[in-house]
């Protein structure tokens, strides 16, 4: 399956192989969430605390976009986009900084950035930026989505809209075949009522969520009937699918 934990389209290569992305902040608690949120995307994700580590990595790695400090312990982000790009002439970079002057953001964009996030900043708006970035400047492409879903033993014929568990066929209305694609477009993530509302109805039930917990138990009939189940409550949080323990 094509599709990234995060539940987005997913974004790859050209070559359909996973883009690659160097971090470089000095602060490795803040590299290391943005890594996993990069990651979380299916990407190759690598880290560097200065200016000298992060040159090494790129002529490594050849990265496809860079998020890049402006503030790192031996240099500036500036000098260090510079030699990056002697490493990697088209790769995008994202500046980081704690400075929102006017200057700042024109320093950053005239040395050759494409793009400038000031701290604090949201995983959501890093990511956002980053697949924009890397779309417009042709360095990725988004992957068609696979006709078939499979989550354990549960499949899904999305061309077909056939359902099996265990080979078994599970015959589900248009609305239950909806609401289990997006589950299994996302497992072991739990998903909210809210959010389940939005992407399998398409717009907001006016606080009638209780049509959610309606259709998921119209589902555990289904697929989780005389077997192990696989939709779980998470109390407090929403719903969850996942493949039973072997």
Known sequence: MNTPRSGRPALARPDGTPLRVLVVDDDPDLAEVLSGALRYEGWEVRTAGDGAAAVAEARDLMPDAVVLDVMLPDTDGFAVLRELHDVKPDVCVLFLTARDAVEDRIAGITAGGDDYVTKPFSLEEVVAR??????????????????????????????AREVTRAGELIELSPTEFELLRFLMRNPRRVLSKVQILDRVWSYDFGGQAHVVELYISYLRKKVDAGREPMIHTVRGAGYVLKPVAR
Not at 134 to 153: H, N
């Open 130 to 159: 980053l697949r924009g970035l890397l779309r417009r400047a042709g360095m990725a492409r988004q992957l068609e989505e696979g006709p078939r879903l499979t989550v354990g033993d549960l499949v899904m014929d999305e061309e």
